[in-house]
């Protein structure tokens, strides 16, 4: 299946030159902490909270400077027409919750999450997206890991038994 079944198509995009001040009111609006960076209907960048926080705010700037001040320049994507097992591959390896999807001609047309991919029941294949992105500094540890949680569903532990690295998740019944 491609990435095209389960995105999301409702992208909404900012230019280079707006405001960060600007870049946070549309994050805002469309509560979204992510917003592909476009100039000429091509991605060009991406600008996140983070983004405006840590580049902009700490470093003094204030809500006139431009989205290219603190923008990511280096930006993680995916094609519309790829495969879904590859795209959740490389989330896991590049530790992203979301990517911006384009289509070959480096048009955004839409986005992809971890959230997305779940609702789509590919929750083994989430399962190694969310180990990937939640390592501390991006190391592999051979801690053992366990879960415990006595009222989740059964598919809860279906996303956490793909964990690549083999650690072993163990349901425990009990509160702790």
Not at 33 to 56: F, H, M
Not at 87 to 108: G, Q, S, T, Y
Not at 138 to 149: D, I, K, M, P, Y
């Amino acid at each position: 299946m491609q990435i095209s079944h389960v995105m999301r198509r409702d992208v909404v995009t900012i230019t280079a030159d707006q405001t960060i001040q600007n870049a946070a009111a549309t994050m805002r609006l469309f509560d979204v902490g992510v917003l592909p960076v476009e100039e000429g209907n091509k991605l060009i960048g991406i600008v996140t909270e983070r983004d405006i926080a840590i580049r902009g705010i700490a470093d003094g700037m204030g809500p006139d400077a431009k989205v290219r001040d603190v923008m990511t320049y280096e930006v993680k994507y995916c094609f519309e027409d790829e495969d879904i097992g590859h795209v959740v591959e490389n989330m896991a390896e590049l530790r992203e919750r979301c990517l911006p999807v384009i289509n070959r001609d480096k048009r955004p047309v839409g986005t992809v999450s971890i959230g997305d991919l779940a609702k789509e029941a590919l929750l083994a294949k989430t399962g190694s997206v969310f180990h990937g992105i939640s390592l501390p500094g991006g190391r592999r540890h051979n801690q053992s890991r366990t879960v415990t949680a006595s009222n989740q569903p059964p598919t809860f532990y279906a996303i956490l038994a793909e964990f690549p690295c083999g650690d072993t998740i163990t349901p425990q019944s009990g509160a702790g």
